[in-house]
């Protein structure tokens, strides 16, 4: 007896495994994505190693990305500071945070702001910036007025 | 007859699957390639945490005299317990032995009444100096009676971030918890 070759049965693929394997994969994509604003992930940023660092975490109400080239130079958008015009940069963060705060205060208008109110600046600067343009955005940063930083680095090479 | 009842008929009285899962895995396979191409492995980066500490007020002047044995002597009240690490780099665009802008070219520790030269350009590689450092920090830390128990870290302004961050590394990772960073010695820009 001669298998029926033109049944259209026997030649339909199975999809349903491919189909779980499909599944999975999404079910693992969506619980680890992570949307994050170009600022917060620049890839042109290469950033120092440090094993020491600390993981991620996300305690602060609000946060300001500062992204710092190789050159010393603000990317992103602040790109049209300059670290030797440090009254606008100062100016600029205060602004910032003057305006964070009052949407803040509108979403918990019971609530103190200068005690419960946290607003981090996280500093992601390239490897091959230098020690002083690093201090010269915490300075500005400090005489904004703000008190808590971060230093973004890599845990491990990336290579 | 219908379709839909031809189907039923041909597989025996159940519903064909494969005639429904071919637009649903049309559809996964595209919220797949969406989850793929916004996929970003962040996982890898860690932070520093840090605190930027009011500026410090001007002094005024007193209203009433003021004998100078009166004043507070002047002195660092965190000197006893803590450790200055320098790390001094080869200027711009110059060369020492193997280094380069930028690079490291001379770490000290800094101690109440001792400055000693852990490393300097003349070793074979930074990693040797970064060694002999770590060996340095364990040995204050390690001491009887040692109290020394914070690091502050002043870097040459020129000093790339990389190396103050290697640094940083040696430090924590050699015992000391309370690690801050101190302004380089740099001219100020002028306000605009």
């Known amino acids: 007896m001669s298998a029926n070759l033109e049944s259209s049965d026997a030649a339909d693929p199975n ?9 999975q994969l999404i079910m693992f994509f969506m619980i680890t994505v992570n949307f994050v604003r170009v600022d917060q992930f620049d890839d042109s940023i290469a950033l120092p190693v440090a094993q020491a660092a600390m993981p991620l975490d996300n305690t602060a109400e609000e946060w300001i990305f500062l992204n ?7 990317v992103g958008t602040l790109s049209n500071f300059a670290l030797d015009t440090p009254e606008k940069l100062k100016a600029h963060l205060m602004r910032e945070k003057i305006d ?10 019971g609530r103190n702001p200068d005690r419960d109110f946290k607003v981090v600046v996280v500093l992601r600067a390239d490897r091959n910036c230098r020690y002083s343009e690093v201090w010269q955005v915490l300075d500005s940063c400090q005489r904004a007025g703000y008190r808590r930083w971060q230093l973004r680095v890599m845990t491990r090479s990336a290579a | 007859m219908s379709k839909r009842k031809r189907i039923a008929s041909e597989s025996g009285g159940g519903v064909n699957l494969n005639y429904i899962i071919t637009p649903f895995l049309d559809m996964s396979f595209q919220l797949l390639a969406f989850f793929i191409m916004t996929y970003h492995p962040s996982a890898l980066e860690g932070h520093i945490d840090g605190k930027l500490v009011p500026p410090t007020e001007t002094a005024t002047k007193s209203p009433t005299p003021v004998l100078p044995t009166d004043l507070p002597p002047d002195s660092d009240p965190d000197a006893a317990e803590t450790i200055l690490v320098q790390v001094k780099s080869v200027p711009k665009g110059g060369v020492e032995g193997s280094r380069h802008d930028g690079e490291p070219s001379q770490i000290l520790l800094k101690q109440l009444q001792e400055t000693k030269v852990v490393t300097d350009s003349s070793d074979p590689s930074l990693e040797d100096g970064l060694k002999k450092l770590d060996a340095e920090l364990k040995h204050i830390l390690n001491q009887p009676g040692a109290i020394k128990s914070a690091i502050k870290l002043e870097g040459d302004g020129n000093l790339r971030h990389q ?30």
């Open chain 1, 15 to 23: 999809l349903v495994p491919l189909l779980d394997v499909v599944l």
């Open chain 1, 68 to 74: 710092l080239n190789s050159d010393g130079k603000l």
């Open chain 1, 100 to 109: 964070l705060q009052r949407v803040w205060q509108e979403k918990n208008p």
């Open chain 2, 163 to 192: 190396y103050v961050m290697r640094v940083y590394d040696v430090c924590k990772l050699a015992g000391y918890k309370n690690i801050s960073f101190v302004a380089p010695k740099f001219e100020r820009p002028k306000t605009d």
